[in-house]
């Protein structure tokens, strides 16, 4: 697919808060919530080497080679100004004991890292929530690009350290573990 496939024009949001296309920000939002996704903290640390995170489940894989991951972040979120201060991140992948540091990274609580066990990961230093993650990866932010009120943050996975476990599931707007094959 080349450019000329894409839209030349995306119509923005109207005053009564839909797309114009009559799709609502929380039609949206159901439709989104039905989606079962795995859970993740995002991590950093800003200038002054105070850590910040948030949960996130906007992760996807963008490539292999070079391996990419992408995130979204609220425009608004102090994670996002540590890491692009740091140009880095730490995709922490949470495992299914991990409900309760993504509900307090999903809160206002500016003390999160005191109530969380976590160490500096291997190669850029930054939080690994050691007890809540199965898995860790490190990446440098390889460029930004906004989109409406997030920003997408493309990270180029430099290390990755560990990798067995049962992930958290979260949809339906709640909290999952392993879902199981009832086909059988």
Known sequence: MGADFLPQERP???AGGSTGNG????????????????VTIITSIDDEGRP??????????????????????????????????RSG??????????????????????????????????????????????AEAECEVDRTMVVGDHVLVFGRVVDVEGGSGSPLLYGMRNFARRLTDTSA
């Open 12 to 14: 923005g949001p109207t």
């Open 23 to 38: 799709v609502t920000p929380g039609a949206f939002r159901e439709f989104m919530g039905a989606y079962f996704t795995g």
């Open 52 to 85: 910040h995170g948030l949960t996130c489940n906007s992760l996807t894989s963008v490539t292999l080679s070079p391996p990419t991951l992408l995130v979204s972040l609220d425009a608004r979120s102090g994670t996002l100004d540590a890491l692009r201060s």
């Open 89 to 134: 991140f730490v995709v922490n992948l949470l495992h299914d004991g991990g409900q309760g540091a993504a509900e307090l990274f999903a809160s206002p609580d500016p003390d999160r890292f005191e109530l969380v066990n976590w160490r500096r990961s291997p190669r850029l230093g930054l939080p690994w929530l050691v007890d809540d993650a199965y």
